[in-house]
């Protein structure tokens, strides 16, 4: 039997261009920002980094441009010690870019240019066998073709990995394979549109919850911003809430991103899914304290620092 310990990302890979606001454009408005740097981003890449170093054993499945963007992102990954030779380099295309926006208060705007990121397909996925016999966990997001995803959760659950989908960009009529995972963790704002619901404002959290659990995930982890978690699975119908860390906010780029391959990391080590939700939330509000994205992912042990520091 294979040695099952890889977290297997399966995702994007972009270029951040960042740009910091008094506040977000109206409408026409031209705004005089203030510093401007890139960074290495894109969902994917930003999960392998993060749980690369909350230490697991790291591999990618993606796709980078046969541009200057594409050397220096795979470069930072491998220096991230995330194992890359399932990274493909497409001729033609552009790297993923992403053009983002932070205001005063930390809150960011997004716009993503997918270039090389669209054109990663199931072949890609049901190639790497070997990558899938390795993995405990395989995480998913949404910057992908929805095919590729489907394939990547069929190929997963062949190999009996545990699959965790963060559902970002959530679409609107998501098709029901996608729901069928191990743990599905959107925000609230992303619960709406996966559901086509009301503002939650006028709904509970735990009705929420229970709406995706009955398309079909097993466990639903409800991320809840400064509020922290709602944990629901649908072998017990229990909800758990899981309280959030509480630090200073400077950007929230990649706060998601740490929350999810923090959980996987702790699930792929065989932890009950509300104490890999503890370590997501502590990862994710360690993210909020920097700059940028996978610069600001956390270490394992400034992640136990601040969960001694707050104890829950």
């Given at each position: ?13 972009n ?6 606001s008094?506040?977000?454009?109206s409408?026409?408005?031209?705004v ?85 990121n ?67 963790s ?17 709904r ?6 229970a ?16 509020r ?14 899981v ?14 991103d ?18 890999a939700?503890?370590?997501?939330n ?6 909020c ?17 601040l969960?001694?520091d707050?104890?829950?």
């Amino acid at each position: 039997m294979a040695d099952k310990t890889t977290v297997l990302v399966i995702g994007s890979i972009n270029m951040d261009l960042v740009v910091r606001s008094p506040h977000m454009p109206s409408p026409g408005e031209t705004v005089l920002g203030q510093e401007f740097f890139t960074s290495p981003g894109g969902k994917g890449a930003n999960q392998a980094v993060a749980a690369a170093r909350l230490g697991a054993k790291v591999k990618m499945i993606a796709r980078v441009g046969e541009d200057a963007f594409g050397q220096m992102l795979r470069g930072n990954l491998e220096k991230e010690n995330i194992d890359c030779s399932c990274i493909r380099v497409t001729e033609g295309a552009a790297s993923g870019v992403a053009m983002i926006v932070i205001d005063s208060r930390g809150e960011n705007s997004i716009v993503v240019a997918s270039g090389a990121n669209f054109r990663v397909t199931p072949d890609d996925v049901f190639s790497e066998e070997d990558a899938f016999a390795a993995a405990a966990v395989v995480v998913l997001q949404l910057e992908l073709p929805l095919p590729t995803v489907r394939a990547a959760i069929e190929q997963a659950r062949r190999h009996e990995c545990k699959i965790v989908l963060d559902p970002a960009p959530a679409p609107r009529a998501m098709p029901v394979e996608l729901f069928r995972v191990d743990v599905i963790s959107p925000n609230v704002s992303e619960a709406e549109i996966l559901l086509d619901a009301k503002p939650t404002a006028e709904r509970v959290d735990k009705q929420v919850a229970a709406d995706l659990l009955n398309r079909g995930a097993k466990a639903v982890v409800l991320k809840l911003g400064r509020r922290g978690a709602l944990v629901a699975a649908a072998a017990d119908g229990q909800f758990h809430r899981v309280g959030p860390y509480r630090v200073p906010v400077v950007d929230t780029t990649g706060a998601g991103d740490a929350f999810t391959a923090a959980m996987a990391v702790a699930i792929a080590r065989g932890e009950k899914l509300c104490d890999a939700v503890k370590f997501g939330n502590a990862a994710g509000a360690l993210a909020c304290t920097k700059i940028g994205a996978q610069q600001a992912m956390p270490t394992r042990d400034e992640v136990m620092l601040l969960m001694a520091d707050q104890p829950l």
